[in-house]
């Protein structure tokens, strides 16, 4: 049997076995809410929740970072909060802007992705350990410290003592 996808054909061995896995695939699509599809684009395209801001401020979106973390929170966790239909098409629409520019300043979008990419990189070069800075010294022990007295553990079972029921006779 072969499958023929809308880019190119397969061939298949095991027709039920591929169907099955096709189905499981058309299925976890279905199951996406636009809560998974906003935490994808945002991985996708590498962004930052103050960068989402950005984006929502070109529509005349206004969302605060404390709302986007709700977004991206897993499922039951009691700030979760599920994104709505308005909130994912304003960022869509907001997308568009920043990656394609308007009609009258169009921009290429992979230059402003490579730019983007630049400053994730940028910002991860500036995170570096100070080199001067002091640790705390290690505390020596107090003037009355003693040091408690560790006793010797007994067995219980060794004093057990097991009568069946029958004395014996020395």
């Not at 095991?14 to 189905?23: A, F, P």
């Not at 070069?125 to 560790?150: L, Q």
């Amino acid at each position: 049997m072969v499958v023929v996808s809308n880019s190119n054909p397969v061939r298949v061995l095991n027709s039920d076995r591929v169907i099955h896995k096709i189905n499981l695939s058309l299925q976890q699509i279905k199951d996406m809410n636009n809560n998974d599809i906003f935490k994808k684009l945002r991985v996708a395209l590498q962004l930052r929740d103050d960068q989402i801001a950005e984006i929502m401020q070109l529509v005349d979106f206004r969302i605060s970072k404390a709302e986007l973390g709700a977004f991206f929170r897993a499922e039951d966790h009691p700030n979760y909060m599920e994104c709505g239909d308005q909130v994912l098409r304003n960022f869509l629409n907001g997308l568009i802007i920043h990656l394609r520019g308007t009609k009258e300043n169009p921009k290429n979008a992979m230059d402003v992705i490579n730019e983007n990419r630049a400053q994730l990189k940028s910002a991860t070069k500036k995170i570096v350990p100070k080199e001067n800075v002091k640790k705390p010294a290690p505390k020596a022990p107090g003037k009355n410290f003693k040091p408690k007295k560790v006793e010797s553990k007994v067995n219980p079972v060794e004093k057990v003592r097991f009568n069946n029921g029958k004395n014996k006779k020395a």
